[in-house]
């Protein structure tokens, strides 16, 4: 079960031009048009009519036009022609598709998935998707159970198996303690931070530390270096290193559930550093790049084949320790809403705040 009154990234901006986008989310199809004036606008890709898929049709007159009889929907939902009735003929009042509100802010485009509830907030702007040197990765549908994906994108405690083969080269099986973990005061939020001794931080040396500084702009060790975390209903999940010179690197994620089995997925790299070199800009296109899409396909490799994905919440009765303490603390802002909104949440969700090391 999917908490509805919420906003999810459906795309980013740049995807939606003068062609309709088709997009499933929390297991409505739905389709984003651009009108006229070049607002975006979210509707039903059912049409009213004999079912026809809105997301195969075509923008005209800032409308969005059903492929099969032609019957024209504006942004509100409503059909403002049939052709079949000609200039005179009657639209039916029921000749219309629901509608759903549509933030556009920083690059994406947010669906808030309710269409009977009006929004109460919009979703957090934040700094760093503004200027700095920003590589977005292009968005792809990632399998996996959303609970699991998402906690996923917070966990560093499978990057020594999972992803041996890439980032987790390095990396410590025994992670630094979490040593905060504090949720917003409207509870969409949470932040964290994960702290290593100095005398378990590995510091590197000669080629790999001079190729670090140009790929990342930082001589630290990124496994095992200190960090802080960032958890938002809205999927948004963002990783941040501060480096030597005060910038910091960040790596960010959006995940936006599909259905039970699969979610979008958009992610980037930002650096704060407003001197980052063209030679470290165009490294990090050509190698941490490629990296990152082998690094999605290794965790759609492990989370999409889990035992527990057929299951509408995943693992019925999951075991956690000290290292999953990020993601339970979405699972529990999560659960939360889904519970507001008179439904049981899917994922079973320990109901004591989590404790961080001291």
Same mark, same amino acid.
């Given at each position: 079960?999917?908490?509805? $009154? ?20 929390? *297991? ?14 979210? &509707? ?19 409308? #969005? ?36 509100? &549509? ?57 020594? #198996?999972?992803? *041996? ?16 973990? *504090? ?16 005398? $378990? ?92 899409? *082998? ?7 492990? #989370? ?55």
């Amino acid at each position: 079960m999917f908490a509805l $009154q919420n906003w999810y990234v459906a795309a980013r901006s740049n995807e939606l031009a003068s062609e309709p986008l088709a997009r499933r989310i929390v *297991e409505r199809d739905l389709v984003l048009f651009r009108d006229a004036e070049g607002q975006a606008h979210a &509707v039903d890709a059912m049409c009213a009519h004999r079912g026809g898929n809105l997301g195969r049709g075509k923008v005209v007159d800032g409308c #969005i036009e059903c492929p099969w009889h032609g019957w024209r929907y504006a942004g509100d939902g409503a059909c403002v022609n049939i052709p079949s009735i000609g200039a005179e003929g009657k639209i039916p009042k029921l000749a219309r598709v629901a509608s759903y509100p &549509v933030h556009e802010a920083q690059g994406f485009l947010y669906v808030w998935t309710d269409a009977e509830v009006a929004p109460d907030w919009t979703p957090r702007e934040h700094a760093l998707f503004d200027g700095y040197f920003h590589q977005p990765s292009p968005g792809r549908h990632q399998k996996g159970n959303f609970i699991n994906t998402i906690e996923a994108a917070c966990d560093d405690s499978h990057v020594f #198996i999972a992803h *041996e083969n890439t980032i987790g080269r390095g990396a410590r099986a025994q992670l630094a303690p979490i040593t905060m973990v *504090e949720e917003d005061a409207d509870g969409r939020g949470l932040e964290a931070e994960m702290r290593w001794p100095e005398d $378990q931080q590995r510091p590197l040396k000669g080629l790999n530390k001079w190729f670090n500084q140009l790929l990342l702009g930082t001589e630290h060790n990124i496994a095992t270096a200190n960090k802080s975390f960032r958890m938002e209903m809205t999927g948004l999940v963002i990783h941040r290193y501060v480096k030597e010179d005060g910038t910091e690197m960040i790596v960010y994620a959006f995940v936006t559930p599909c259905d039970a089995t699969t979610n979008l997925f958009f992610a980037g790299f930002v650096d704060t550093n407003p001197n980052r070199s063209w030679l470290s800009k165009l490294a990090y296109r050509t190698t941490l790049g490629t990296q990152l899409e *082998e690094v999605f396909n290794e965790d759609q490799d492990v #989370i999409g084949t889990a035992l527990s994905d057929d299951l509408p919440g995943g693992h019925p009765q999951p075991v956690s320790v000290n290292a999953d303490i990020v993601g339970l603390g979405f699972r529990r802002m999560y659960a939360r809403q889904v519970e507001r909104e008179g439904s049981i949440p899917a994922w079973p969700v320990a109901r004591s705040k989590p404790q961080p090391v001291a």
